[in-house]
């Protein structure tokens, strides 16, 4: 059975930073793996999607990496803003159609 | 239409009645999918269609949680004799690309949710 971690669980950084959030996955057998951030009381924005073939994708200030051998992708934003502050979800889609879900990290950047 | 549309974006209702929960996918998407996510969980996969088919429903929690989709479009989850442990955000997505076409599949987009109360 798939498992997607998220770390950190929560995360506060100041406003101009550059950050990292970490997702990891059990069963590197995936199609792709997909970024969402979740505003309070909102449904998912897609961010990035990366193929299994592909090593990562950008979008502006976004960069998604994936290292499917080791069941590892980052999000890297650069030069955050307090718009930036959202819940950010990690999902992978496998064999079957589903997509299974990270917990999330939940981000706040002070301005 | 332009995204994924839910109805009703919030209802409120009494333990034992039945709900019925709307998604409008994107048009042309033929794929459909209902998550349920509680206050403070995370995503949970409820079932998957494939035009009007359901291959995967293995996520429903329950025989009281049905959903149908007709026409390959509009998705209805239905849940009887609702429980206080139902209350949680429905959320419906959809994507272009069905699975087994070579290519590893679309982006899937999210509506806003249904935001379910059951007191």
């Known amino acids: 059975k798939q498992e997607v971690t998220q770390i950190p669980a929560a995360l506060s950084v100041p406003e101009g930073e550059n950050l990292v959030l970490n997702c990891s996955f059990t069963?590197?057998?995936?199609?792709?793996l997909q970024w969402f951030r979740q505003d309070p009381g909102k449904g998912l924005t897609s961010l990035l999607l990366?193929?299994?073939?592909?090593r990562e994708q950008t979008s502006g200030r976004l960069n998604a990496s994936l290292d499917k051998s080791s069941g590892r992708s980052t999000l890297y934003i650069a030069a955050s803003q307090p718009g930036d502050s959202a819940t950010y979800l990690c999902?992978?889609?496998?064999?079957?159609?589903?997509?299974?879900f990270g917990t999330g990290t939940r981000l706040t950047i002070i301005p | 239409g332009a995204g994924v549309s839910q109805s009703p974006s919030n209802k409120v209702t009494e333990k034992g009645k039945d709900v019925e929960l709307r998604c409008d996918p994107i048009?042309?998407?033929?794929?459909l999918y209902w998550y349920r996510q509680s206050l403070g969980q995370g995503l949970e996969f409820l079932i998957y269609?494939?035009?009007?088919?359901?291959?995967?429903k293995s996520g429903l929690p329950s025989d009281r949680f049905s959903a149908e989709r007709t026409g390959g479009s509009v998705s209805t989850l239905t849940i009887q004799r609702t429980q206080q442990e139902d209350s949680a955000v429905y959320l419906c997505?959809?994507?272009?690309?069905?699975?087994?076409?070579?290519?590893?599949?679309?982006?899937?987009?999210f509506g806003e949710g249904s935001w379910l109360t059951v007191v």
């Open positions: 997505a959809s994507s272009q690309m069905p699975p087994g076409q070579g290519e590893s599949g679309n982006t899937i987009y």
């Open positions: 069963d590197s057998a995936i199609y792709n």
């Open positions: 990366i193929q299994s073939s592909q």
């Open positions: 999902a992978v889609k496998a064999l079957v159609e589903k997509l299974t």
């Open positions: 048009s042309g998407h033929t794929a």
């Open positions: 269609f494939q035009g009007n088919s359901a291959p995967d």
